[in-house]
Nanobody, 119 residues
Framework: QVQLGESGGGLVQPGGSLRLSCTASGFTFSNYGMSWYRQAPGKERELVASITSAGGTTNYADSVKGRFTISRDNVKNTAYLQMNSLKPEDTAVYYC?????WGIGEEYWGQGTQVTVSS
């Protein structure tokens, strides 16, 4: 049974930091690229960051470059999103997604974790 579970969300003040985790089970994690998306109320879901299956390549949305870092631990079957210098506009539900490195088969999504940046 495939499972992706996000954790680490919460309420943080502007300028603060959070680290999100996405723990996977039920598939060969090291064969999957991982991505973080977010969806704010009334807006479409957007790609925040992605990392290749071996972790060698990362990509970021312009809005988070220099503030967020995506990483992964293929031994722990976990992907991370370190978020620094958070802004109110980063408030959203954050989701992780797994996609096979060859683009085959299903994509897997987590259930999401809420991040709220507010004073």
């Amino acid at each position: 049974q495939v499972q992706l579970g996000e954790s680490g969300g919460g309420l943080v003040q502007p300028g603060g930091s959070l680290r999100l985790s996405c723990t996977a089970s039920g598939f060969t994690f090291s064969n999957y690229g991982m991505s973080w998306y977010r969806q704010a109320p009334g807006k479409e879901r957007e790609l925040v960051a992605s990392i290749t299956s071996a972790g060698g390549t990362t990509n970021y949305a312009d809005s988070v470059k220099g503030r967020f870092t995506i990483s992964r631990d293929n031994v722990k079957n976990t992907a991370y999103l370190q978020m620094n210098s958070l802004k109110p506009e980063d408030t959203a539900v954050y989701y992780c997604k797994a996609r096979h490195r060859w683009g085959i088969g299903e994509e897997y999504w987590g259930q999401g974790t809420q991040v709220t940046v507010s004073s």
